[in-house]
C-alpha cells in the first residue's frame, strides 16, 4: 500500500483480525506517517460455493 500523505511504500506494524473484519497499523519508510486501514471480506462477490463453506465454518445455517 501507498502512504496517502506521500505516495511512498508503507510497511505493516500491527495487524488484528474481528471475524470478517481486519485492522491494519501502517507506517510509511519516507515520511514516518502511521495510519490505520480497515479492510473488509466481500462475500457477495464470492462464487455461491465458497460462500456456503463460508457459512459452514462460521456455524451459520
Do not use: W
Not at 465458497?50 to 445455517?61: A, C, F, I, M, S
Amino acid at each position: 500500500m501507498n502512504c496517502p500523505i506521500c505516495g511512498s511504500k508503507t510497511k505493516t506494524l500491527d495487524v488484528r483480525h474481528h471475524s470478517l473484519r481486519t485492522r491494519r497499523r501502517r507506517e510509511c519508510v519516507e515520511c514516518l506517517t502511521r495510519f490505520t486501514t480497515y479492510e473488509v471480506a466481500d462475500l457477495e462477490s464470492l462464487p455461491p460455493y465458497l460462500r456456503k463453506v463460508q457459512n459452514v465454518r462460521e456455524g451459520k445455517q
